[in-house]
């Protein structure tokens, strides 16, 4: 399915009906954007499971930021 949406000054978009439909998104979803090397963008809802997910690992992120681990890992 191909379908064209219009980018504004602001960059918004309204997601046709037709992508809505077929992502089974309504509104107060969430939906994530995946960006490939070549370019291309994906988009997917995001399941409520997706976010506490993301949520519960998001503070342990933090921890292999130092600057031991950039030393340790600055050739890999």
Known sequence: MLVI???TAKGQ???PQDVR???KVVPGDRIAWEIG????ATVRRVQPMDMEY???IEGTLGEWAGAADEEAYRGL
């Open 21 to 23: 439909t077929a992502l």
């Open 5 to 7: 949406a219009k980018i």
């Open 54 to 56: 993301l949520r519960a």
């Open 37 to 40: 090397q070549d370019g291309t």
């Open 13 to 15: 978009t309204t997601i």
